[in-house]
């Protein structure tokens, strides 16, 4: 079944910095990239996807490029600010379901 | 993700206990999904539904049992046969195939 890695565990920016969270996947039929954002002790809240017809999705601040030859995508998140301190999970299409990362905290000083 | 629910925020559980955590969507979305999220870690999925009265086991479902008798509605119980049930559960729901997912705000379960 589908596997997802992710990384960093933690990642210590300052505000004003960029920030890069990668994933790795391991199902080549895999076709659908969420990013989920998730604050301490709230629900994941979908920030930004991407389908595997697609190389890079840009919404603001925020992008996600996929290599699908390499089977990896990333979340690249630029002038950051303390409010996107919080916890990152990528996902990957498995069989029915969505196969979830183990998650990255990003922490932002000011 | 408004459109889901979850009852209750908190939950309290003396041992030897059964306690069902309710899951509701007004999103008309064929499936449903629970996962646990312990501090500090991620998301682990106990149980998915892709249509009404049909689930399937995740990745941790010992302990747990589930049940879809409606579209809307997939409601876990959490029985005395998981010893360690002290968590923070989410419920999710999308149109099906592995599609966008949305979650609900969340139960904490306590074990006294």
């Known amino acids: 079944g589908e596997n997802v890695e992710q990384h960093p565990s933690t990642l210590s920016v300052q505000e004003g910095d960029s920030a890069v969270i990668k994933c790795t996947y391991s199902d080549s039929a895999s076709n659908y990239f969420p990013w989920y954002k998730q604050e301490l002790g709230k629900r994941p809240q979908l920030i930004i996807d991407i389908r595997s017809n697609v190389g890079e999705k840009k919404d603001q601040r925020i992008a996600v490029t996929l290599n699908k030859t390499a089977k990896h995508f990333s979340l690249h998140i630029t002038e950051t600010q303390p409010e996107d301190s919080a916890v990152y999970f990528c996902?990957?299409?498995?069989?029915?379901?969505?196969?979830f990362g183990t998650g990255t905290r990003l922490l932002v000083s000011p | 993700d408004g459109g889901i629910t979850q009852s209750p925020k908190y939950l309290f559980r003396k041992e030897g206990q059964n306690v069902t955590l309710s899951c509701e969507q007004n999103l008309n979305h064929d499936a449903m999904y629970w996962y646990r999220q312990d501090p500090g870690q991620g998301l682990r999925l106990i149980y998915y539904s892709q249509i009404v009265n049909d689930f399937q086991k995740g990745d941790i479902a010992e302990g747990y049992s589930v049940s879809r008798e409606k579209k809307e509605s997939f409601p876990l119980t959490v029985t005395s046969a998981q010893k360690n049930p002290t968590a923070f559960y989410l419920c999710?729901?999308?149109?099906?195939?592995?599609?966008?997912?949305?979650f609900g705000p969340g139960t904490r379960l306590t074990v006294l």
């Open positions: 999710a729901s999308d149109q099906g195939g592995a599609d966008t997912q949305y």
């Open positions: 996902a990957a299409t498995g069989f029915q379901k969505l196969v």
